[in-house]
């Protein structure tokens, strides 16, 4: 890979970190831990305590989902500085830029994705 391309999705990775981070600050009303979010949102009284449940759980499920996206991010920018990016995890083969910027923390190529996924589902 270039260091004009490299160049290009750090700096795509560096924003899309940014911007989950700033919606994990959003969701959590500003600075604040996850423990302090997660013991407030426990607390809550509703009159509709299904409704309260399943909104605290799909809370949760998206903290979740965003910060698995940031760990997904920093092993991208890690590879990036080691100079692996762009290089399948499982094989060894270059990954296509396009899959790359549809998904720059793309780890596999489309072949070693499908057989994970495959197997993962069986």
Known sequence: MTAALSDTFQAQL??????ALAQLRARR??????VESAADALSEVSDD???????????FALEERES????????ALQRIADGSYGLCVDCGVAIPT?????????????????????????
């Open 49 to 59: 305590q299904a409704s309260a449940d399943t909104e605290r759980d799909l809370a």
């Open 68 to 75: 698995a996206e940031l760990v997904a991010i920093d092993a």
């Open 98 to 122: 396009a899959r790359l910027h549809a998904s720059p923390t793309a780890m596999r190529c489309v072949a070693c994705q499908d057989k994970l996924e495959r197997a993962r589902y069986a």
């Open 14 to 19: 560096v924003a899309l970190r940014a911007e």
């Open 29 to 34: 009303g500003g600075a604040r831990s996850r």
